[in-house]
């Protein structure tokens, strides 16, 4: 079992930043593939995916949405991923949620089956 807990959303205007910040538990970390993704107002049923980072944080996939405005990376010895999140626009307002996973399953890493293990969420508002 992996709890992980986002942290670091809030009320933003546009143009300003946020660093998001997912803790995870377990001994095994260093192991997972992690993803960040958005459920915007209105959009209850599905996740949009925004950024996945690789075990060793060799490499990293965005969005086109987010894409030179956001950036994934994760420090293996605090059992954390961040979302540093420049240039926000009030369309960037969403929950924000961190999974992770062992194994795509045969799925793609930009769909939610991918992953096994899922965050709360944290509240990201920008104000326009």
């Known amino acids: 079992q992996v709890q992980l807990v986002e942290s670091g959303g809030g009320l933003v205007q546009a143009g300003g930043s946020l660093r998001l910040s997912c803790a995870a538990s377990?001994?095994?970390?260093?192991?997972?593939?992690m993803g960040w993704f958005r459920q915007a107002p209105g959009k209850e049923r599905e996740r949009e995916f925004i950024?996945?980072?690789?075990?060793?944080?060799?490499?990293?996939y965005y969005a086109d949405s987010v894409k030179g405005r956001f950036t994934i990376s994760r420090d293996n010895a605090k059992n954390t991923v961040y979302l540093q999140m420049n240039r926000l626009k009030p369309e960037d307002t969403a929950v924000y949620y961190c999974?992770?996973?062992?194994?795509?399953?045969?799925?793609?890493?930009?769909?939610?089956?991918?992953?096994?293990?899922w965050g709360q969420g944290t509240q990201v508002t920008v104000s326009s």
């Open positions: 999974a992770s996973s062992t194994s795509p399953k045969g799925r793609s890493w930009y769909s939610e089956p991918a992953y096994d293990y």
């Open positions: 377990g001994r095994t970390f260093s192991t997972y593939t």
């Open positions: 950024a996945r980072i690789s075990w060793n944080g060799g490499t990293s």
